[in-house]
T-cell receptor, first 115, second 119 residues
C-alpha cells in the first residue's frame, strides 16, 4: 500500500491523558499536513511541514499540541492533557511540494474520543 | 483569509438522476485551485475533481463536472447518472496557487454536503 497511513485508527482516552498519533506520508511527498475534523464539519488546518521543517501552525494548535517530523518522513502529533473538546478525527495529508498539482492525498484518519 | 461556503448541508437524488452541489468562496487572490473531495463513511477523503483558476474551461471527470464562475466566485459540482456509490460527504476546498503569497499552504474546506442516493 503506497498511500498515506495513520496509526492508530481509533483512540479512546480519559481526560488529562496524553495521546500521540503517527502519520506515514506517501514516500516521495515532502509536504505533510495535519487537519482536525469534528462531526458535521469540514477539516480544519492545524499545521504543515516541508521536509522536517514545520512552516506554519494554525491558531487552533494550542500549546498542548505538538507536531514533529524529525527526519522528513513520518510525522507525529501529540496532544498533552487531553480535553473533551479534543475529540475529533485527526487527518494527515501529503503532497509532493513545489511541483505538485495542488491535490492533497489523505490518510483514513485517527479518531480520538476523550472521556 | 479565504473562506469556502457550502449552503446545502444535505442533498438527496434518485439513482441515475443528476444532482448539483453548490459552493461559493471568497478570496482576493487571482492564482488558486479549487477542489471537490469525497469522503465516504469511515473512509479516506479522495479527490473527485480539481480546477485551476486560470483555466476558463470547466473541468470534467467522467460523470463529474464543475461549473466554475470565477467572477461570481462560484464552483458547483454536477454529478450525472448518480450511483449508489456516490453517497458520501462532499467537500469543496480552496488552495492558494504556487505564486500567491501568504497564508497556510493547505486546503480551506467548506462544511460539506451530505449526498444521499435514493435507490
Amino acid at each position: 500500500d503506497t498511500g498515506v497511513s495513520q496509526d492508530p485508527r481509533h483512540k479512546i482516552t480519559k481526560r488529562g491523558q496524553n495521546v500521540t498519533f503517527r502519520c506515514d506520508p506517501i514516500s516521495e511527498h515532502n509536504r505533510l499536513y495535519w487537519y482536525r475534523q469534528t462531526l458535521g464539519q469540514g477539516p480544519e488546518f492545524l499545521t504543515y511541514f516541508q521536509n522536517e521543517a514545520q512552516l506554519e501552525k494554525s491558531r487552533l494548535l494550542s500549546d498542548r499540541f505538538s507536531a514533529e517530523r524529525p527526519k522528513g518522513s513520518f510525522s507525529t502529533l501529540e496532544i498533552q492533557r487531553t480535553e473533551q473538546g479534543d475529540s475529533a478525527m485527526y487527518l494527515c495529508a501529503s503532497t509532493i511540494g513545489l511541483a505538485d498539482t495542488g491535490e492533497l492525498f489523505f490518510g483514513e484518519g485517527s479518531r480520538l474520543t476523550v472521556l | 483569509a479565504q473562506t469556502v461556503t457550502q449552503s446545502q448541508p444535505e442533498m438527496s437524488v434518485q439513482e441515475a438522476e443528476t444532482v448539483t452541489l453548490s459552493c461559493t468562496y471568497d478570496t482576493s487572490e487571482s492564482d488558486y485551485y479549487l477542489f471537490w473531495y469525497k469522503q465516504p463513511p469511515s473512509r479516506q477523503m479522495i479527490l473527485v475533481i480539481r480546477q485551476e483558476a486560470y483555466k476558463q474551461q470547466n473541468a470534467t471527470e467522467n460523470r463529474f463536472s464543475v461549473n466554475f464562475q470565477k467572477a461570481a466566485k462560484s464552483f458547483s459540482l454536477k454529478i450525472s447518472d448518480s450511483q449508489l456509490g456516490d453517497a458520501a460527504m462532499y467537500f469543496c476546498a480552496y488552495r492558494s496557487g504556487r505564486y500567491s503569497g501568504g497564508g497556510a499552504d493547505g486546503l480551506t474546506f467548506g462544511k460539506g454536503t451530505h449526498l444521499i442516493i435514493q435507490p
